[in-house]
């Protein structure tokens, strides 16, 4: 970064949580390929494939466009499911890569009627769902689908909520599906679910309570419980 010194800023952020926190951290440095030095100018971030296992990146950057191998991760994916609009933190662009998923990604549960593991880190649902082209479940989905926002710049939360579909209001049930509630610049905090197999939300909701949205093959509407 020009004026913030992100340098020196980021490196001391990330042995605090390293050493305070147990976090595992990597910092990445624009590089002059010429000279091999740090060098804020410079489109060039050698290490960029740590965030195929990250769960969370800060980024300190402008006036920056790496090559495209640096983004390959993000690019896989977002060819997977057919974007190629816009990649702005706002909610047109969540829309627009939200709808892609939901209609390109199968929900799929093989692996649970063939007794295997379904593991959940990052690089095992990104081969799975990207690479071999598959479909996954609600935690797998969902990973994806905010590790690629998260990208792009939008500020991403995991929920966990209880599934309540066809099922009695007395009907205790567990907290066993992932959902995300997704920041954007102009319409402030949605939810955003791709996991949800048929009933899946083709568009994401605004976090707005009493009010009908499109979400699917009818509208949605969110409503406060408790």
């Known amino acids: 970064d020009h004026e913030y010194r992100s ?23 624009s590089v002059n390929p010429a000279t091999g030095e740090i060098d804020p100018a410079a489109s060039n971030l050698p290490g960029m494939e740590a965030l195929a ?8 950057l402008r006036f920056q466009a790496p ?21 702005a933190p706002d909610f047109a662009t969540l829309a627009a890569i939200h709808a892609c998923h939901a209609g390109t990604i199968p929900f799929e549960n093989l692996d649970i009627l063939l007794g295997r593991l379904i593991p959940t880190d990052l690089p ?15 935690f797998e989905q969902n990973a994806l689908l905010g ?4 990208q792009l ?10 599934v309540r579909w066809q099922i009695p209001d ?12 997704v920041d954007t610049i102009d319409a402030g905090p949605c939810l955003a679910d791709v996991g949800f197999g048929s ?16 979400g699917c093959l009818e509208p949605r509407r969110l409503v406060r419980r408790g």
């Open 7 to 29: 340098e020196e800023t980021l490196p001391a952020l990330a042995r605090l949580l390293a050493l305070h926190h147990g976090f595992k951290c990597t910092v990445v440095f």
């Open 53 to 60: 296992t990250a769960d969370l990146a800060v980024v300190f």
């Open 67 to 87: 090559p495209v191998e640096q983004l390959r991760h993000l690019e896989a994916y977002l060819a997977r499911i057919g974007h190629s609009g816009s990649r």
């Open 124 to 138: 095992s649902i990104d081969r799975k769902l990207v690479r071999d082209r598959r479909g996954g479940y609600c």
């Open 147 to 150: 590790a690629a926002l998260r």
């Open 153 to 162: 710049g939008f500020i991403v939360t995991s929920l966990i909520g209880r």
């Open 170 to 181: 007395d009907v205790p049930t567990p907290l066993v599906h992932q959902l995300l509630r």
């Open 199 to 214: 009933m899946s939300l083709r568009h994401p909701l605004r976090l707005v309570y009493d009010t009908p949205q499109p």
